[in-house]
């Protein structure tokens, strides 16, 4: 019921695919891949790491469970950092605003 491409973004991400096999899954998933297919997986991968971040942020407050939500929030912060450095980043954000 979401977007599909934080879907998309989250396997990808979570299971370490390369860009070959990002375009493979886009291909896959819509046939045509487009500039704005590749710009919102890029931008949705992102978005998956933060929500990962911030849920290791927020059990670090709240969970009772021995175990170290610092050093997960930080790996994710730390990926998602190195992707928004990325220097097709911007484009990205122009590609990703373009009809589908």
Known sequence: ???PFFDLGNLSINNGLSE????????LTFGEVTDAHRAR?????IM???REAMWGVIQQALSTLDIDYVA???KHFDRLSRS??????ER???HATEAI
């Open 20 to 27: 070959g096999s990002q375009e493979a899954l886009l291909h």
């Open 72 to 74: 997960y929030a930080d």
């Open 84 to 89: 928004m450095a990325d220097r097709r980043f």
């Open 1 to 3: 019921m979401g977007d």
């Open 48 to 50: 998956s790491d933060f």
């Open 92 to 94: 990205w954000l122009d």
């Open 41 to 45: 997986l890029r931008l949705m991968r």
